[in-house]
């Protein structure tokens, strides 16, 4: 079955550190992949997007995406977090015309 | 500015009744999206539609209903039927592009949050 997994609950990084956020799909074809930010009581923001061709991705916020074929994953990153960076993040994927799938979120905490 | 509209933000039912959440997109958007989001659970699709008047079932489409009567709204129906409603809501629009279907990219509303009293 199509699934987006995100490994960890929660992280917690102090500002100005380093960020990655973990994402590992299972497809048969290589999916179409999405990062999505979501502030507590809100909705979903695109942070980027993968479909095909350079698999660095650069997004909002000065956020960053590697896609990894040989290791399946689509891990989110940034080179210094700010507090306003906590926040939710969901990894999705899709391919073709297939519904969009979800993986279960990350919760960022940035400690002072 | 373009965008969704949810309404209510907050909701509160009691037991056996039906509610209604709206949901409102100038976006000029084809496609029209239901999903729960419950801690720890990601988001779940109940319900969506591609074009108006009709629509297809998600993933969790048990005790809830919709209609698409017009391109600009997708109202969501939370039933009695529906057995643990306290949830937050969040309706999503996109564009379809054939050619390039994974380019459908979701934009979200603020979401709308239910709780069964």
């Known amino acids: 079955a199509q699934s987006v997994t995100q490994p960890d609950i929660h992280i917690t990084v102090s500002e100005g550190a380093s960020l990655e956020l973990r994402c590992n799909y299972s497809y048969g074809a290589t999916p179409y992949l999405f990062w999505y930010v979501q502030s507590p009581g809100q909705g979903l923001q695109l942070l980027l997007k993968?479909?095909?061709?350079?698999?660095l991705v650069q997004g909002i916020k000065g956020f960053e995406a590697e896609f990894k074929r040989s290791q399946s994953s689509f891990n989110l990153r940034k080179p210094s977090v700010h507090w306003s960076d906590a926040a939710e993040y969901f990894c999705?994927?899709?391919?073709?015309?297939?519904?969009?799938?979800f993986g279960t979120g990350t919760r960022l905490l940035v400690s002072p | 500015d373009g965008g969704i509209t949810q309404s209510p933000k907050y909701l509160f039912r009691k037991e056996g009744q039906n509610v209604t959440l709206s949901c409102e997109q100038n976006l000029n958007h084809d496609a029209m999206y239901w999903y729960r989001q419950d801690p720890g659970q990601g988001l779940r699709l109940i319900y969506y539609s591609q074009i108006v008047n009709d629509f297809q079932k998600g993933d969790i489409a048990e005790g809830y209903s919709v209609s698409r009567e017009k391109k600009e709204s997708f109202p969501l129906t939370v039933t009695s039927a529906q057995k643990n409603p306290t949830a937050f809501y969040l309706c999503a629009s996109s564009i379809i592009r054939h050619s390039v279907s994974g380019a459908n990219v979701l934009t979200f509303g603020a979401g709308s949050r239910l709780t069964v009293l």
């Open positions: 993968y479909f095909s061709g350079d698999t």
């Open positions: 999705a994927g899709r391919t073709g015309f297939q519904k969009l799938v």
